[in-house]
Protein backbone atom coordinates (compact mmCIF):
# COMPACT_ATOMS: atom_id res chain seq x y z
CA UNK A 1 0.00 0.00 0.00
CA UNK A 2 3.01 2.31 0.65
CA UNK A 3 5.57 3.09 -1.84
CA UNK A 4 8.95 1.54 -1.79
CA UNK A 5 11.32 2.10 0.58
CA UNK A 6 14.33 3.35 -1.29
CA UNK A 7 16.54 4.61 2.16
CA UNK A 8 18.95 1.95 3.94
CA UNK A 9 18.55 -0.30 6.90
CA UNK A 10 21.16 1.12 9.26
CA UNK A 11 22.71 -1.04 12.70
CA UNK A 12 21.71 -0.92 16.21
CA UNK A 13 25.17 -0.48 16.77
CA UNK A 14 26.06 2.91 14.79
CA UNK A 15 22.19 4.44 16.79
CA UNK A 16 23.93 3.93 20.62
CA UNK A 17 27.53 5.28 18.89
CA UNK A 18 25.97 8.27 18.24
CA UNK A 19 27.03 7.95 14.36
CA UNK A 20 23.36 8.76 13.24
CA UNK A 21 22.72 12.03 14.43
CA UNK A 22 21.96 14.35 11.86
CA UNK A 23 19.68 11.53 9.84
CA UNK A 24 16.02 12.32 8.37
CA UNK A 25 15.09 8.48 7.45
CA UNK A 26 16.12 5.57 9.99
CA UNK A 27 15.07 2.29 9.10
CA UNK A 28 15.70 -0.14 11.79
CA UNK A 29 15.25 -4.04 11.12
CA UNK A 30 16.90 -5.99 13.99
CA UNK A 31 14.54 -8.45 15.99
CA UNK A 32 13.82 -5.38 18.58
CA UNK A 33 12.00 -6.05 20.88
CA UNK A 34 11.78 -2.83 23.14
CA UNK A 35 11.51 0.81 21.55
CA UNK A 36 15.70 1.75 21.29
CA UNK A 37 15.74 5.07 22.90
CA UNK A 38 18.33 6.26 21.37
CA UNK A 39 15.93 7.28 18.60
CA UNK A 40 15.47 10.39 20.51
CA UNK A 41 18.98 11.23 20.03
CA UNK A 42 17.78 12.10 16.35
CA UNK A 43 14.55 14.53 17.77
CA UNK A 44 16.08 17.03 15.71
CA UNK A 45 16.37 15.84 12.63
CA UNK A 46 14.40 12.79 12.22
CA UNK A 47 11.35 12.41 9.97
CA UNK A 48 10.82 9.26 8.65
CA UNK A 49 10.79 6.38 11.06
CA UNK A 50 10.69 2.89 9.53
CA UNK A 51 11.11 -0.38 12.15
CA UNK A 52 9.07 -3.01 10.33
CA UNK A 53 10.30 -6.55 10.25
CA UNK A 54 10.93 -6.51 14.30
CA UNK A 55 9.10 -7.94 17.79
CA UNK A 56 7.69 -4.20 18.86
CA UNK A 57 4.43 -4.44 21.26
CA UNK A 58 4.30 -0.90 22.62
CA UNK A 59 5.98 2.46 22.18
CA UNK A 60 7.40 4.69 25.38
CA UNK A 61 5.74 7.91 25.72
CA UNK A 62 9.13 9.58 24.90
CA UNK A 63 8.20 8.64 21.30
CA UNK A 64 6.21 11.80 21.53
CA UNK A 65 10.00 13.98 21.49
CA UNK A 66 10.02 13.19 18.36
CA UNK A 67 8.43 16.50 16.70
CA UNK A 68 9.94 16.62 13.31
CA UNK A 69 8.57 12.88 12.49
CA UNK A 70 6.06 12.77 9.50
CA UNK A 71 6.13 8.80 8.40
CA UNK A 72 6.31 5.92 10.58
CA UNK A 73 6.24 2.55 9.78
CA UNK A 74 5.65 -0.53 12.43
CA UNK A 75 4.63 -3.25 9.46
CA UNK A 76 5.46 -7.00 10.92
CA UNK A 77 5.60 -6.59 14.36
CA UNK A 78 3.69 -7.93 17.39
CA UNK A 79 0.95 -5.00 18.60
CA UNK A 80 -1.98 -5.64 20.15
CA UNK A 81 -3.02 -1.95 20.47
CA UNK A 82 -2.86 0.98 18.77
CA UNK A 83 -0.26 3.41 20.46
CA UNK A 84 -2.31 6.44 21.59
CA UNK A 85 0.70 7.94 22.09
CA UNK A 86 1.32 8.98 18.51
CA UNK A 87 -1.49 11.60 18.34
CA UNK A 88 0.88 13.45 20.53
CA UNK A 89 2.98 13.76 17.56
CA UNK A 90 2.38 17.12 15.82
CA UNK A 91 2.83 16.66 11.94
CA UNK A 92 2.76 12.95 11.72
CA UNK A 93 0.65 12.06 8.58
CA UNK A 94 1.47 8.84 7.68
CA UNK A 95 1.05 5.35 10.33
CA UNK A 96 1.61 1.93 9.22
CA UNK A 97 0.75 -0.82 11.36
CA UNK A 98 0.49 -3.63 8.61
CA UNK A 99 0.25 -7.34 9.77
CA UNK A 100 0.54 -6.98 13.35
CA UNK A 101 -2.43 -8.33 16.02
CA UNK A 102 -4.24 -5.35 16.36
CA UNK A 103 -7.45 -5.73 18.10
CA UNK A 104 -8.24 -2.35 19.79
CA UNK A 105 -7.37 1.45 18.58
CA UNK A 106 -8.79 3.36 21.52
CA UNK A 107 -10.14 6.75 20.92
CA UNK A 108 -8.67 9.76 19.80
CA UNK A 109 -6.05 7.83 19.43
CA UNK A 110 -4.72 9.44 15.85
CA UNK A 111 -2.67 12.51 15.47
CA UNK A 112 -4.31 15.69 13.98
CA UNK A 113 -2.51 16.17 10.52
CA UNK A 114 -2.74 12.20 9.69
CA UNK A 115 -3.59 11.47 6.10
CA UNK A 116 -2.59 8.32 5.19
CA UNK A 117 -3.33 5.16 7.20
CA UNK A 118 -2.14 1.46 7.22
CA UNK A 119 -4.12 -1.28 9.40
CA UNK A 120 -3.91 -4.11 6.89
CA UNK A 121 -4.20 -7.17 8.19
CA UNK A 122 -4.69 -7.01 11.50
CA UNK A 123 -7.34 -8.02 14.43
CA UNK A 124 -9.39 -4.72 14.53
CA UNK A 125 -13.59 -5.09 14.88
CA UNK A 126 -14.03 -1.68 15.65
CA UNK A 127 -12.71 1.55 14.63
CA UNK A 128 -12.67 4.67 17.11
CA UNK A 129 -15.56 7.65 16.85
CA UNK A 130 -12.76 9.77 16.77
CA UNK A 131 -11.77 8.41 13.68
CA UNK A 132 -14.14 11.25 12.29
CA UNK A 133 -11.78 14.30 13.80
CA UNK A 134 -9.31 13.11 10.43
CA UNK A 135 -10.99 15.49 8.18
CA UNK A 136 -7.44 15.39 6.53
CA UNK A 137 -7.55 11.67 5.85
CA UNK A 138 -6.48 11.27 2.35
CA UNK A 139 -5.75 7.44 2.04
CA UNK A 140 -7.09 4.59 4.71
CA UNK A 141 -6.20 0.72 4.61
CA UNK A 142 -8.46 -1.23 6.35
CA UNK A 143 -8.47 -4.54 4.75
CA UNK A 144 -7.85 -8.02 6.12
CA UNK A 145 -9.54 -6.95 10.05
CA UNK A 146 -12.65 -8.25 11.49
CA UNK A 147 -14.92 -4.55 10.97
CA UNK A 148 -18.03 -5.17 11.38
CA UNK A 149 -19.36 -1.65 10.79
CA UNK A 150 -17.82 1.63 9.95
CA UNK A 151 -18.67 4.63 12.27
CA UNK A 152 -20.74 6.96 11.18
CA UNK A 153 -18.38 9.77 12.20
CA UNK A 154 -16.12 9.08 9.25
CA UNK A 155 -18.25 10.47 7.26
CA UNK A 156 -16.71 13.94 8.48
CA UNK A 157 -14.06 12.57 7.06
CA UNK A 158 -14.53 14.28 3.69
CA UNK A 159 -11.10 14.18 1.94
CA UNK A 160 -10.57 10.50 1.86
CA UNK A 161 -9.93 9.54 -1.75
CA UNK A 162 -8.97 6.32 -1.42
CA UNK A 163 -10.30 3.62 0.70
CA UNK A 164 -10.06 -0.33 1.67
CA UNK A 165 -12.74 -2.37 3.40
CA UNK A 166 -12.22 -5.34 1.72
CA UNK A 167 -11.90 -8.88 3.83
CA UNK A 168 -13.67 -7.70 6.91
CA UNK A 169 -16.89 -8.59 8.56
CA UNK A 170 -18.88 -5.70 7.46
CA UNK A 171 -22.58 -6.51 6.97
CA UNK A 172 -23.76 -3.42 5.69
CA UNK A 173 -22.13 -0.77 3.78
CA UNK A 174 -23.10 2.52 4.70
CA UNK A 175 -24.82 5.02 2.09
CA UNK A 176 -22.16 7.57 2.85
CA UNK A 177 -18.93 5.91 2.14
CA UNK A 178 -20.53 6.33 -1.79
CA UNK A 179 -21.36 10.01 -0.83
CA UNK A 180 -17.92 11.13 0.20
CA UNK A 181 -17.09 14.10 -2.21
CA UNK A 182 -13.46 12.55 -2.98
CA UNK A 183 -13.79 9.45 -3.17
CA UNK A 184 -11.99 7.61 -5.74
CA UNK A 185 -10.91 4.46 -5.50
CA UNK A 186 -12.40 1.72 -3.43
CA UNK A 187 -12.37 -2.02 -2.32
CA UNK A 188 -15.38 -3.70 -0.12
CA UNK A 189 -15.23 -6.71 -1.62
CA UNK A 190 -14.41 -10.22 0.41
CA UNK A 191 -17.04 -8.96 3.47
CA UNK A 192 -20.51 -10.60 4.64
CA UNK A 193 -21.88 -7.60 2.58
CA UNK A 194 -20.18 -8.68 -0.45
CA UNK A 195 -22.88 -9.04 -3.53
CA UNK A 196 -22.64 -12.53 -4.94
CA UNK A 197 -22.95 -12.09 -9.02
CA UNK A 198 -25.01 -14.03 -11.04
CA UNK A 199 -22.10 -14.36 -13.32
CA UNK A 200 -20.73 -17.54 -14.78
CA UNK A 201 -16.97 -17.36 -13.51
CA UNK A 202 -16.21 -20.77 -14.45
CA UNK A 203 -13.60 -21.41 -17.00
CA UNK A 204 -11.37 -24.34 -18.49
CA UNK A 205 -8.52 -25.60 -16.08
CA UNK A 206 -4.91 -26.82 -17.52
CA UNK A 207 -2.46 -28.80 -15.60
CA UNK A 208 0.50 -26.77 -14.00
CA UNK A 209 2.75 -29.61 -15.55
CA UNK A 210 1.95 -28.25 -18.97
CA UNK A 211 3.49 -25.03 -18.99
CA UNK A 212 7.19 -24.53 -18.85
CA UNK A 213 7.59 -21.23 -16.40
CA UNK A 214 10.41 -19.26 -17.76
CA UNK A 215 11.13 -15.53 -16.66
CA UNK A 216 9.71 -13.85 -14.06
CA UNK A 217 7.52 -10.65 -15.17
CA UNK A 218 6.70 -9.05 -12.28
CA UNK A 219 5.34 -9.18 -8.66
CA UNK A 220 2.08 -7.22 -7.17
CA UNK A 221 0.46 -7.38 -4.24
CA UNK A 222 -1.65 -10.62 -5.03
CA UNK A 223 1.05 -12.92 -6.76
CA UNK A 224 3.77 -13.34 -8.70
CA UNK A 225 3.43 -13.36 -13.25
CA UNK A 226 5.88 -15.26 -15.06
CA UNK A 227 6.60 -16.07 -18.62
CA UNK A 228 5.58 -19.80 -19.85
CA UNK A 229 5.53 -21.83 -22.65
CA UNK A 230 2.21 -23.73 -22.71
CA UNK A 231 3.66 -27.19 -23.79
CA UNK A 232 0.65 -28.62 -25.53
CA UNK A 233 -0.09 -26.17 -27.09
CA UNK A 234 3.70 -24.49 -28.36
CA UNK A 235 2.66 -20.71 -27.77
CA UNK A 236 4.15 -18.64 -24.45
CA UNK A 237 1.46 -17.20 -22.27
CA UNK A 238 1.78 -15.34 -18.79
CA UNK A 239 1.20 -17.26 -15.67
CA UNK A 240 -0.44 -15.52 -12.54
CA UNK A 241 0.30 -17.49 -9.25
CA UNK A 242 -1.47 -15.81 -6.63
CA UNK A 243 0.49 -15.88 -2.91
CA UNK A 244 -3.10 -16.82 -1.43
CA UNK A 245 -3.31 -13.82 1.18
CA UNK A 246 -4.94 -10.55 2.47
CA UNK A 247 -3.42 -8.32 0.71
CA UNK A 248 -3.73 -4.39 0.81
CA UNK A 249 -6.52 -4.36 -1.75
CA UNK A 250 -8.39 -7.92 -0.90
CA UNK A 251 -8.84 -11.20 -1.73
CA UNK A 252 -7.08 -13.59 -4.20
CA UNK A 253 -10.22 -15.89 -4.80
CA UNK A 254 -12.04 -12.23 -5.62
CA UNK A 255 -9.34 -10.90 -8.40
CA UNK A 256 -9.48 -13.73 -10.11
CA UNK A 257 -13.61 -14.86 -10.23
CA UNK A 258 -13.76 -10.82 -11.32
CA UNK A 259 -10.75 -11.38 -14.18
CA UNK A 260 -12.36 -13.95 -15.28
CA UNK A 261 -16.06 -12.35 -15.21
CA UNK A 262 -14.65 -8.84 -16.58
CA UNK A 263 -15.36 -10.98 -20.47
CA UNK A 264 -13.45 -10.35 -23.60
CA UNK A 265 -12.41 -6.56 -24.14
CA UNK A 266 -9.67 -5.13 -26.46
CA UNK A 267 -8.54 -3.40 -23.68
CA UNK A 268 -8.32 -6.13 -21.22
CA UNK A 269 -5.58 -8.33 -20.73
CA UNK A 270 -7.05 -11.75 -22.40
CA UNK A 271 -7.32 -14.49 -19.55
CA UNK A 272 -7.00 -17.96 -21.36
CA UNK A 273 -7.77 -20.56 -18.39
CA UNK A 274 -7.48 -20.92 -14.58
CA UNK A 275 -4.33 -23.74 -13.41
CA UNK A 276 -5.06 -26.69 -11.65
CA UNK A 277 -2.57 -28.96 -9.22
CA UNK A 278 0.13 -26.51 -8.73
CA UNK A 279 2.41 -28.06 -6.54
CA UNK A 280 1.78 -25.78 -3.45
CA UNK A 281 -1.79 -26.20 -4.07
CA UNK A 282 -1.92 -22.39 -5.04
CA UNK A 283 -4.50 -21.20 -7.57
CA UNK A 284 -3.84 -18.71 -10.55
CA UNK A 285 -4.92 -17.34 -14.06
CA UNK A 286 -3.28 -18.08 -17.59
CA UNK A 287 -3.08 -15.11 -19.42
CA UNK A 288 -2.29 -13.66 -23.09
CA UNK A 289 1.35 -12.82 -23.36
CA UNK A 290 1.44 -8.97 -23.84
CA UNK A 291 4.04 -7.65 -26.12
CA UNK A 292 7.49 -6.03 -24.60
CA UNK A 293 6.35 -2.92 -26.75
CA UNK A 294 3.54 -2.35 -23.79
CA UNK A 295 5.28 -0.04 -20.57
CA UNK A 296 3.25 1.14 -17.42
CA UNK A 297 1.96 4.66 -18.23
CA UNK A 298 2.94 5.72 -15.29
CA UNK A 299 4.26 4.74 -11.88
CA UNK A 300 2.67 4.23 -8.54
CA UNK A 301 2.06 6.88 -6.22
CA UNK A 302 4.52 8.80 -3.83
CA UNK A 303 4.33 9.84 -0.59
CA UNK A 304 4.04 13.28 -1.52
CA UNK A 305 1.50 12.69 -4.03
CA UNK A 306 -0.63 10.39 -1.67
CA UNK A 307 -3.20 8.91 -3.99
CA UNK A 308 -2.04 10.39 -7.45
CA UNK A 309 0.42 8.65 -9.96
CA UNK A 310 3.43 9.81 -10.77
CA UNK A 311 5.41 10.24 -14.29
CA UNK A 312 8.71 9.73 -15.66
CA UNK A 313 9.95 13.24 -16.15
CA UNK A 314 10.47 12.59 -19.86
CA UNK A 315 7.33 11.40 -20.58
CA UNK A 316 4.79 13.20 -23.16
CA UNK A 317 1.57 12.58 -24.76
CA UNK A 318 -0.32 14.52 -28.10
CA UNK A 319 -4.09 15.49 -28.06
CA UNK A 320 -4.40 12.03 -29.93
CA UNK A 321 -3.19 9.65 -28.08
CA UNK A 322 -5.11 11.13 -24.59
CA UNK A 323 -8.03 10.83 -26.68
CA UNK A 324 -7.06 7.20 -27.96
CA UNK A 325 -6.62 6.34 -23.92
CA UNK A 326 -9.48 8.20 -22.32
CA UNK A 327 -11.52 6.15 -24.84
CA UNK A 328 -9.89 3.02 -24.60
CA UNK A 329 -10.36 3.50 -20.73
CA UNK A 330 -13.67 4.67 -20.80
CA UNK A 331 -14.73 1.94 -23.00
CA UNK A 332 -13.12 -0.72 -20.40
CA UNK A 333 -15.10 0.76 -17.12
CA UNK A 334 -18.69 1.31 -19.07
CA UNK A 335 -18.12 -2.69 -19.94
CA UNK A 336 -17.00 -3.72 -16.15
CA UNK A 337 -19.88 -1.10 -14.53
CA UNK A 338 -22.08 -2.65 -17.11
CA UNK A 339 -21.49 -5.87 -15.41
CA UNK A 340 -21.42 -4.78 -12.02
CA UNK A 341 -17.69 -4.61 -11.51
CA UNK A 342 -15.90 -2.32 -9.56
CA UNK A 343 -12.25 -1.84 -10.64
CA UNK A 344 -11.18 0.20 -7.62
CA UNK A 345 -7.72 0.75 -8.86
CA UNK A 346 -7.89 3.00 -11.79
CA UNK A 347 -4.62 4.28 -12.15
CA UNK A 348 -2.10 4.93 -15.04
CA UNK A 349 0.37 2.26 -13.03
CA UNK A 350 -2.01 -0.51 -13.72
CA UNK A 351 -2.15 0.64 -17.21
CA UNK A 352 -0.34 -0.86 -20.54
CA UNK A 353 0.57 1.19 -23.34
CA UNK A 354 2.98 1.02 -26.20
CA UNK A 355 3.98 4.04 -29.32
CA UNK A 356 0.61 3.90 -31.03
CA UNK A 357 -1.12 4.90 -27.43
CA UNK A 358 -2.91 1.14 -27.37
CA UNK A 359 -3.77 0.62 -24.02
CA UNK A 360 -4.73 -2.83 -21.48
CA UNK A 361 -6.21 -2.02 -18.21
CA UNK A 362 -5.06 -4.65 -15.82
CA UNK A 363 -5.13 -5.83 -11.97
CA UNK A 364 -8.48 -6.37 -10.39
CA UNK A 365 -6.48 -6.84 -6.83
CA UNK A 366 -9.20 -4.42 -5.49
CA UNK A 367 -12.06 -4.80 -7.49
CA UNK A 368 -15.60 -5.28 -6.35
CA UNK A 369 -18.87 -6.87 -7.51
CA UNK A 370 -21.97 -5.16 -6.98
CA UNK A 371 -25.63 -5.08 -7.69
CA UNK A 372 -25.93 -2.97 -10.91
CA UNK A 373 -30.03 -3.35 -9.58
CA UNK A 374 -29.26 -1.24 -5.60
CA UNK A 375 -29.72 1.87 -4.90
CA UNK A 376 -25.60 2.59 -4.49
CA UNK A 377 -25.24 1.46 -8.02
CA UNK A 378 -25.22 4.46 -9.81
CA UNK A 379 -22.99 5.90 -6.86
CA UNK A 380 -20.51 3.26 -7.11
CA UNK A 381 -20.05 4.09 -10.81
CA UNK A 382 -19.21 7.65 -10.55
CA UNK A 383 -17.32 7.14 -7.56
CA UNK A 384 -15.03 5.21 -9.70
CA UNK A 385 -15.85 8.49 -12.88
CA UNK A 386 -13.87 10.88 -10.40
CA UNK A 387 -10.74 7.95 -10.48
CA UNK A 388 -10.97 8.07 -14.28
CA UNK A 389 -10.76 11.99 -14.10
CA UNK A 390 -7.91 12.13 -11.97
CA UNK A 391 -6.57 9.94 -14.43
CA UNK A 392 -7.09 11.88 -17.50
CA UNK A 393 -6.43 14.88 -15.53
CA UNK A 394 -2.65 14.02 -15.29
CA UNK A 395 -2.30 12.85 -18.70
CA UNK A 396 -3.70 16.17 -19.94
CA UNK A 397 -1.20 17.82 -17.86
CA UNK A 398 1.52 15.85 -20.20
CA UNK A 399 0.52 17.45 -23.18
CA UNK A 400 2.04 20.19 -24.59
CA UNK A 401 0.13 22.93 -25.36
CA UNK A 402 0.24 23.57 -29.17
CA UNK A 403 -0.91 19.92 -29.46
CA UNK A 404 -4.81 20.53 -28.41
CA UNK A 405 -6.66 23.71 -29.72
CA UNK A 406 -8.38 25.94 -27.48
CA UNK A 407 -11.64 24.57 -28.37
CA UNK A 408 -11.07 20.90 -27.25
CA UNK A 409 -8.91 22.28 -24.27
CA UNK A 410 -12.05 23.14 -23.42
CA UNK A 411 -13.71 20.13 -24.02
CA UNK A 412 -11.30 18.29 -21.94
CA UNK A 413 -11.31 20.79 -19.00
CA UNK A 414 -15.30 19.99 -19.03
CA UNK A 415 -14.70 16.05 -18.70
CA UNK A 416 -12.73 16.72 -15.92
CA UNK A 417 -14.44 18.94 -13.97
CA UNK A 418 -17.51 17.14 -14.83
CA UNK A 419 -15.62 13.98 -13.15
CA UNK A 420 -14.82 16.56 -9.90
CA UNK A 421 -18.16 17.18 -9.35
CA UNK A 422 -18.47 16.81 -5.34
CA UNK A 423 -22.13 15.63 -5.70
CA UNK A 424 -21.30 11.93 -6.88
CA UNK A 425 -24.90 11.72 -8.26
CA UNK A 426 -24.21 14.58 -10.56
CA UNK A 427 -21.38 12.92 -12.17
CA UNK A 428 -21.74 11.32 -15.57
CA UNK A 429 -21.89 7.82 -15.95
CA UNK A 430 -18.86 6.25 -18.16
CA UNK A 431 -21.44 5.79 -21.10
CA UNK A 432 -21.80 9.52 -20.84
CA UNK A 433 -18.26 10.01 -21.39
CA UNK A 434 -17.88 8.08 -24.15
CA UNK A 435 -20.56 9.81 -26.31
CA UNK A 436 -18.76 12.94 -25.48
CA UNK A 437 -15.60 11.40 -25.97
CA UNK A 438 -17.08 10.62 -29.81
CA UNK A 439 -17.77 14.47 -30.17
CA UNK A 440 -14.14 15.29 -30.31
Known sequence: MHPTILYMTYSLEDLKLGKLIGLKELKLACDLKEFPEEILSLADTLEVLDLSDNQLSELPDTIAQLKHLKILFFARNNFTKFPSILRKLPILNMIGFKSNQIETVPENSFPPKLNWLILTDNKINKLPKSIGDCTLLQKCALAGNLLEELPDEMANCINIELIRVSANKLKVIPNWLFELPKLS???????????????????????????????????????????????????????????????????PDDEMGIAIAAGFHKNLIRVLGKIKNHPEAKIGLIMKLIAPSYINLGNPPSWETCTRDVFDDNISFSGAELHMIAKSIASVCAQLHGKGINHGDLYAHNILVNKTAECLLGDFGAATFYDINSDAASSIERVEVRAFGCLIEDIFGLVNENEISHLLRNKWEKIISASFVSEVKNRPSFSDILVELDTF
Open 185 to 251: WVAFGGNPVAYKAPIDTAIDLFHWNDFAVQDLLGEGASGFISKANWISKNKDVAIKVFKGAVTSDGL
